[in-house]
Each structure stands twice: as C-alpha cells, then as structure tokens.
Nanobody
C-alpha cells in the first residue's frame, strides 16, 4: 500500500506560478513510478508527467513541457510539481499517482491521492 497526500493547490493569476507537493508513505518506492495527472470539469483525467522513482527517468505531456518541472526528493519521499507560466487551461484538480509502469494511462496507476485544486484566474 502507498498513501499519497497532495498539497499546494490554490488560486493563481494567469501567467503565474505554483508548486504542488505529493508526500508518499506506506512502503519504499524503489521500483515504483510516481506521476501527476489532472482532471478539468467535464473532461477525462489527463496525464501531466511521471517519473521512475529509482532513476528519475521522466515522461511529460507536450502541453506542459517547458512550463512544468517535476522534482523528486528521495530523502523526504516527496514529489514536487513546479508549474510556471500558467494558462487558463491548466485549471483542474491535480492528482498524484503511483504505479509500477511508466505510462501515460491513468488506469495503469494503482494508488492515487485525494487531489488538489488549481485555478488559474484571468
């Protein structure tokens, strides 16, 4: 079992920045994958970025490349998502997830956090 707790969401102006955190507990993450997904109202859950915990190999959605950066703190077992140059379309509930395969498919992830709301205002 892996428990994931997100924090850091909020209201941010267009073009602003926000940093999300995801604290993991329950087991070692050595061979696990951790990532971020988001879900906007009326839309399906969408892949943002994910990384293999053991070596940091990362995949990222084209829609956020160059604006979002994911960092893992191995000692704190915490994953961060630094979001810059935020756009209206980034407004969503952001979820941290963990699984065993590095994929972009939500169904491949076994554990999910409760989500944190990010709202970009104009």
């Amino acid at each position: 079992q892996v428990q994931l707790v997100e924090s850091g969401g909020g209201l941010v102006p267009l073009g602003g920045s926000l940093k999300l955190s995801c604290a993991a507990s329950g087991r070692t993450l050595g061979n696990y994958v951790m990532g971020w997904f988001r879900e906007a109202p009326g839309k399906e859950r969408e892949f943002v970025t994910a990384t293999k915990w053991i070596d940091g190999v990362t995949i990222t959605a084209d829609s956020v490349k160059g604006r979002f950066t994911m960092v893992r703190d191995v000692a704190k077992i915490t994953l961060y998502l630094q979001m810059n140059a935020l756009k209206r379309e980034d407004t969503a509930v952001y979820y941290c997830a963990s699984g065993v395969r590095l994929t972009r498919v939500p169904g491949d992830y076994d554990y999910w956090g409760q989500g944190t709301q990010v709202t970009v205002s104009s």
